[in-house]
């Protein structure tokens, strides 16, 4: 699997990095086409939109995984039926990842961005500040998980292949740790990030605390 840049606060800008950032301004600057993201998987298409603009640092944290293909072949390794399936984790086993910057990133709450329905898109994580490359996509309504998982997008397409996802038999019994594996776990075989209007500048964020900079 591709890996993120290596942990540190200099973040080399590339080809990628500028790509992202016509997107991402691009995003800010137009109300539509918005922001949006196909994840192709085994079983078919989810596409997203990505909120840029409210979860500025989590999108682009997202997108720049997905451009450099660092969840191309990872798993759907946890699916609890009724609440949400989980994936990003390139080990594959809900203990691995990183984030672009390498290591963890903050929380990016905001009151738009809620659990409040089917096809939610937020980051996992392992308490507060501890976001990496894993996320999930909610089943249904969990309000109990505002502000405290960071949304970042909301599914527009592919609801048939959720359908059968949510499906899938897990693994089950009392190990914890595949109980709710699915037997089969669906695979991400690749993403595409659909192109906004491209604007003339554009932004990046080169840390995972610092503010952004533009890209010339």
Not at 78 to 101: C, H, L, V, Y
Not at 184 to 204: C, S
Request: charged letters at 20%; hydrophobic letters at 30%; proline letters at 7%.
């Amino acid at each position: 699997h591709s890996r993120p840049p290596a942990k540190g606060s200099h973040h080399r800008t590339t080809t990628t990095d500028r790509r992202l950032a016509r997107s991402l301004s691009a995003c800010k600057k137009f109300a539509h086409p918005i922001m949006s993201v196909t994840l192709h998987t085994n079983l078919g298409d989810l596409k997203f939109e990505v909120f840029c603009d409210t979860a500025p640092r989590t999108a682009f944290n997202f997108l720049a995984l997905c451009a450099s293909g660092y969840y191309d072949g990872t798993i759907f390794h946890r699916n609890m039926k009724s609440f949400m399936i989980q994936g990003g984790d390139p080990a594959g086993t809900g203990k691995g990842g990183e984030s672009i910057w390498g290591g963890t990133f903050g929380d990016e709450f905001h009151p738009d961005n809620v659990h409040d329905k089917r096809g939610v898109l937020s980051m996992a994580n392992k308490g507060p500040g501890t976001n990496r490359s894993q996320f999930f996509i909610t089943y249904e309504r969990q309000t109990h998980l505002n502000n405290v998982y960071t949304v970042f997008g909301r599914m527009l397409d592919g609801w048939d292949v959720l359908d059968q996802m949510e499906r899938l038999p897990v693994v089950g019994g009392t190990k914890k740790s595949v109980a709710n594996r699915p037997v089969n776990p669906p695979i991400i075989k690749g993403v595409t990030i659909h192109a906004n209007p491209l604007a003339d500048e554009g932004i990046v964020y080169p840390s995972k605390n610092g503010p952004p900079e533009k890209v010339q």
